[in-house]
């Protein structure tokens, strides 16, 4: 394909919504279906490029001006998406409205909405000149240090059925989880189905008291096999502590036990065990003061906040020189994001924790045939571009539930408005909850 103009001619955003269980958070709970952006750009020599985001009406307002000005620039012009993006404005009031609804995602800035949005664009170019270049996503980011990337299981405390009533997706024998023994049950089927060998408790649900009993309880049953727990913020600096006194001989990380990073820093100064973030070290401009108080010892990357692939691998050499760890968390997902996942993660040196992703919860994807872990892990693919394909079908599938008006509640992703079907009052909780 050498030769060919890589000038883009379109860009096509397509937002869909995606069946998500009844998985458990501080917050609430997931909504039947969860929205999500995917981004198709298109180049005039006819390579279809493929990214993925976030998918509230937040990020497809700032996504749709942005496609706009795409069009006539290079898919190689990756630095430019930047400074275009600059330019695109973003409603202060609505980000001051989203802080914190839903997605756990850390304080929300206008600059960290714009980065979510330009990292669909930045997936979907590299996509692009990789198929264009014959040559994986990976090998534009410098090549891989590994062929296979490791993934965590993702445990969440998880009802039967949604409250709503709304049967979003069969099941798949996943079933309730809502004490140690359902835990640990979850946590064998992840490693029957997909061979992981880590676990990721979601927390901040229960009392901790309950928690670190199902904790104690994946130590018995998977021993020696690294474990985390991740309340979102959700305890004191107190709580903390002592959770982190009783799990302390258990625990790979504690992840995100309190909020914000004077509270992590408090935390870090009283235990040896770990802290890991994807709460408090969001952006470039959170790493001074948390690093210079020791408030973590491990970043979790979300790709997508943190504006793309290559900004990821900018956060890891930051981490290095620090000598902080670094790693991937997650959101729900499709396949496209997970392959970017693994491109960038495959790059990384010294990765020295397994990412999580929530993939295994979408029984839907949009893609021709999905990513599949083995021994808890994805093979880094060599195919060019990102090594995924869209299935058109599919994708028309999940636009057209995101058209329906039926669904129209659902376009905004909020966890307690979802809880509130089970528990009229419900409100998101104050912060520390316990
Ligand atoms: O590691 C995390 O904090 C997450 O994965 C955030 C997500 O929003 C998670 O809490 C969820 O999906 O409920
Ligand atoms: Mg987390």
Redesign the pocket.
């Known amino acids: 394909m050498h030769g060919q103009s890589l000038v883009i001619a379109d860009v096509r955003l397509t937002p869909v919504l995606v069946a998500d269980p009844p ?5 609430g709970v ?1 909504q039947p279906y969860t929205p999500r952006l995917i981004v198709e750009v298109v180049t005039a020599g006819g390579v279809v490029g493929i990214g993925e985001t976030y998918g509230d009406s937040k990020y497809l307002e700032l996504a749709r001006p942005l496609a706009g000005r795409l069009v006539g620039r290079e898919v190689s012009d990756l630095n430019g998406l930047f400074t275009l993006a600059d330019d695109v404005s973003v409603d202060a009031a609505r980000v001051d409205a989203s802080v914190d609804v ?4 850390g304080v929300q800035t206008a600059d960290k909405l714009r980065l979510s949005v330009v990292s669909g664009f930045e997936v979907a170019c590299l996509d692009a000149l990789g198929k264009a270049l014959g040559l994986p996503v990976h090998a534009l980011l410098g090549g891989k240090v590994r062929e296979a990337v490791e993934y965590s299981a ?1 445990l ?1 405390y998880k009802w039967d059925g949604h409250p709503s009533g709304v049967a979003s997706e069969k099941d798949d024998g996943w079933g309730a989880a809502l004490d140690p023994a359902g835990i640990v049950a979850q946590a064998r089927l992840f490693t029957e189905r997909y061979g992981f060998t880590s676990f ?1 408790l ?1 927390g901040g649900v229960f009392p901790p008291e309950e928690e670190v009993a199902a904790i104690r309880a994946l130590a018995e049953a998977f021993p020696g096999l690294p474990l985390r727990l ?1 309340p ?1 913020g959700a305890w004191s600096v107190e709580t903390s502590l002592k959770v982190a006194a009783e799990l302390g001989d258990v625990l790979e990380y504690l ?2 036990p309190a909020l914000g990073t004077p509270a992590m820093a408090q935390v870090a100064a009283g235990t040896r065990v770990p802290l890991a973030t ?2 408090c070290v969001t952006t470039f401009e959170e790493i001074p003061e948390a690093f210079a108080n020791g408030a973590v010892q491990v970043v ?1 990357s979300d790709h997508h906040y943190w504006g793309g692939l290559r900004r990821t691998r900018e956060l890891a050499a930051v981490c290095r020189t620090f000598g902080v760890s670094v790693s991937m ?4 997902h499709l396949g496209i994001s997970l392959a970017a996942m693994t491109h960038v993660a495959a790059t990384v040196p010294g990765l020295h924790h397994a990412c ?1 992703s ?1 993939y295994p919860w979408q029984a839907e994807d949009i893609l021709t045939s999905r990513l599949r872990f083995t021994d808890g892990k994805v093979a880094v693919t060599d195919t060019p571009g990102l090594g995924v394909a869209l299935d058109r079908d599919k994708l028309a599938a999940l636009h057209a539930r995101w058209l329906d008006d039926d669904f129209r509640a659902l376009r905004e992703r909020d ?1 307690a408005a979802a809880m509130r079907a089970a528990d009229p009052d419900w409100t998101t909780p104050a912060v520390p909850r316990w």
């Open positions: 998985l458990l958070n501080t917050q997931h839903g997605g756990l995602r993702y969440f990721k979601k991740d979102n992840e995100d994807n709460m979790l968390h997650s959101n729900t999580d929530h966890d």
